[in-house]
């Protein structure tokens, strides 16, 4: 089992920043990719940044140039930097790890962008 818990989401204006962090703990070992994923109201749930155990780095079109995904294993910890924002970036805000064959998830983080 792997449990996470997401922190840093809140209110901001347009062209403001925040930083999203995930504290996992847990079954730490085997875990294949550390992701973000946001959930706007009445969409689907969408993959906005990953990184793989192996370092490679993917990010949504939408949040390139803007958004810088890392981790920092000493700590267990999983960050997503988020620059620029735009009131579209306006969702709630999931880390997700896949290990094995299961996904673990977090409670979310709401983020508000106004404009």
């Known amino acids: 089992q792997v449990q996470l818990v997401e922190s840093g989401g809140g209110l901001v204006q347009a062209g403001g920043s925040l930083r999203l962090s995930c504290a996992m703990s847990g079954r730490l070992f085997n875990i294949n990719v550390m992701a973000w994923y946001r959930q706007a109201p009445g969409k689907q749930r969408d993959l906005v940044a990953a990184?793989?155990?192996?370092?490679?780095?993917n990010y949504a079109d939408s949040v390139k140039g803007r958004f810088t995904i890392s981790r920092d294993n000493a700590k267990n910890m999983v960050y997503l930097q988020m620059n620029s924002l735009k009131p579209e970036d306006t969702a709630v805000y999931y880390c997700n790890v896949a290990r094995r064959l299961y996904d673990y998830w977090g409670q979310g983080t709401q983020v508000t962008v106004s404009s």
């Open positions: 990184i793989t155990s192996s370092g490679t780095i």
